[in-house]
């Protein structure tokens, strides 16, 4: 079985104190009880990987803008997905046949 999953943040860069600060996601304990065999990133319309996104990618400078932070990798292999503000992630998402609690 294969979910598509959309994460997002809902607050800007200094929109909030608190709330604007990145969140972090435990996709094992959003899919408790479900056995998580793979999770891969894709762009937000599903149809292509993240790194093709990312090789698509015109840079752009900012005069005055800081040098933009570097995106978190997908998480393959790992169970956690961090959203900065305003960011929005997708994923697909395949589960196993047991449940586990470990992300495989």
């Not at 079985?1 to 994460?7: G, H, K, N, S």
């Not at 800007?12 to 899919?31: C, I």
């Not at 929005?88 to 470990?102: H, N, V, W, Y």
Request: charged residues 25%; without cysteine.
């Amino acid at each position: 079985q294969t979910v598509m999953l959309r994460l997002a943040h809902q607050f800007g860069l200094g929109e909030h104190e608190t709330l604007s600060k990145p969140a972090t996601v435990d996709l094992v304990g959003l899919f408790a009880g479900k056995r998580i065999v793979q999770a891969d990133e894709r762009g937000l319309a599903v149809t292509v990987s993240r790194e093709d996104v990312l090789k698509r990618r015109i840079p752009w400078k900012v005069e005055g803008e800081a040098k933009p932070a570097p995106s978190e990798d997908a998480p393959n292999g790992s169970r956690m997905v961090t959203l900065g503000p305003l960011q929005i992630r997708t994923f697909l998402i395949k589960f196993g046949d047991a449940p586990s609690e470990q992300f495989i």
